[in-house]
C-alpha cells in the first residue's frame, strides 16, 4: 500500500509538471505518465473524486491527466463489425471478463471505469467516469466525462448526466449510492445527488437550480446539492423581470423514501407515493 501510494504521488508530480509546461510532454517518459494514469481510471485504480471521511475530494490532477491525454492520442479508425467510428480516444473492451452486461449500441470509452454487475443498457459512458456495481445505465443515458455514480444506482432513459474536464477546479457530478433518476431528467454542473434520493421525471438541476424543500411549514432553499432520502419532483417559482412576472423552472422537494420500503422497488415506489411521474 505504501508502495502505490508513493508511486500516485510521483505520478502527480509528474502531471503537475507537464500542465505547467506541456513542452515536457515530447519526453516519452512524462508521456508515459499521462498514458499510465488514464489506465489506472480506466481499471479503477484511482478516480477523479473519493469520499474520504464523509466528505467528496475532487483530484484536479487526474482530471488534468485527462486533458493532456488527447493531445497524445491521434485520430484513427476504430472498426466495430460494419460500424465505423474516427476518434482519438479507443473504445473499453473485456465486459465479459469484468462481468458487465453490455447492451448493443452501449458506448464506454477507454479511461472510463464500470464496476462488476453494472448493466449497460443502449447508452453513452464518457472518459472519467467511474459507475458503482449494480448500477443501470438505462437506454440513450449519457454519463459525462468524470461523472461519479455510486452502487445500484438507476439511471433512466434519456436522462442526461453532465461531463466537466475544463476548468480543473470545476467539480464533477456526483450520484451517490441508491438513487433513482426518473426518465428525461438532467443533473450538470457538479452537483451531487446524495444517497438514496429519488429525481421525478424532467427534473432539471444546474448550480443555479433552486432546490426547494417543501415539507416544512417554510420553504427551505438549497442549491448544488439534494439531500439523502429527498424526493423531487420539478416544480416553477414567480421571478420578476423587466417584461413582467414569469415562472422559472426550480426543483421540489415533496418528501423522503420511506423506510419500511425496500430499496429495490422504492425506487419507483417512493415517486408513486406522492403521485409523481417516473
Same mark, same amino acid.
Given at each position: 500500500?505504501?508502495?502505490?501510494? +508513493?508511486?500516485? &504521488? *510521483?505520478?502527480?508530480?509528474? *502531471?503537475? /509538471? =507537464?500542465?505547467? #509546461?506541456?513542452?515536457? =510532454?515530447? #519526453?516519452? !517518459? #512524462?508521456? !508515459?505518465?499521462?498514458?499510465?494514469? &488514464?489506465?489506472?481510471l480506466d481499471k479503477g485504480e484511482i478516480r477523479i473524486a473519493e469520499k474520504l471521511n464523509g466528505n467528496w475530494i475532487v483530484n484536479d490532477w487526474i482530471k488534468k491527466a485527462v486533458i493532456l491525454y488527447f493531445p497524445l492520442m491521434k485520430m484513427k479508425t476504430i472498426e466495430v463489425g460494419p460500424f465505423e467510428f474516427h476518434?482519438? &480516444?479507443? =473504445?473499453?473492451?473485456?465486459?465479459? @471478463?469484468? @462481468? *458487465?452486461?453490455?447492451?448493443?449500441?452501449?458506448?464506454c470509452r477507454y479511461g472510463s471505469f *464500470?464496476?462488476?454487475?453494472?448493466? =449497460?443498457?443502449? %447508452?453513452?459512458? #464518457? &472518459?472519467? /467516469?467511474?459507475?458503482? %456495481?449494480?448500477?443501470?445505465?438505462?437506454?440513450?443515458?449519457?454519463?459525462?466525462? +468524470?461523472a461519479q455514480i455510486g452502487k445500484n444506482v438507476h439511471i433512466s432513459g434519456g436522462v442526461g448526466i453532465g461531463g466537466v474536464l475544463e476548468p480543473v477546479q470545476a467539480s464533477p457530478v456526483i450520484i451517490e449510492d441508491n438513487v433513482f433518476l426518473g426518465s428525461r431528467s438532467i443533473v450538470v454542473e457538479g452537483v451531487r445527488v446524495e444517497n438514496e434520493a429519488v429525481l421525478g421525471a424532467n427534473v432539471v438541476l444546474t448550480a443555479s437550480t433552486k432546490i426547494i424543500d417543501v415539507t416544512g411549514s417554510k420553504p427551505l432553499y438549497l442549491k448544488g446539492y439534494v439531500p439523502k432520502k429527498s424526493v423531487v419532483i420539478p416544480g416553477t417559482e414567480p421571478k420578476t423581470f423587466n417584461a413582467g412576472s414569469f415562472n422559472v423552472p426550480c426543483a421540489l422537494i415533496i418528501g423522503k423514501r420511506k423506510e419500511s420500503t425496500n430499496k429495490k422497488t422504492s425506487l419507483n415506489d417512493a415517486l408513486r407515493d406522492y403521485n409523481v411521474s417516473v
Open positions: 500500500m505504501l508502495d502505490y501510494i +508513493c508511486k500516485k &504521488i *510521483i505520478m502527480k508530480e509528474i *502531471i503537475e /509538471s =507537464l500542465w505547467e #509546461n506541456r513542452e515536457l =510532454l515530447e #519526453n516519452p !517518459n #512524462n508521456s !508515459n505518465a499521462v498514458i499510465k494514469t &488514464i489506465e489506472l476518434d482519438k &480516444i479507443p =473504445l473499453k473492451r473485456g465486459f465479459k @471478463e469484468k @462481468e *458487465i452486461r453490455v447492451v448493443p449500441h452501449a458506448i *464500470i464496476e462488476k454487475g453494472a448493466v =449497460l443498457m443502449p %447508452s453513452y459512458v #464518457n &472518459i472519467g /467516469s467511474y459507475v458503482g %456495481s449494480g448500477t443501470m445505465v438505462d437506454t440513450w443515458a449519457t454519463v459525462g466525462s +468524470c
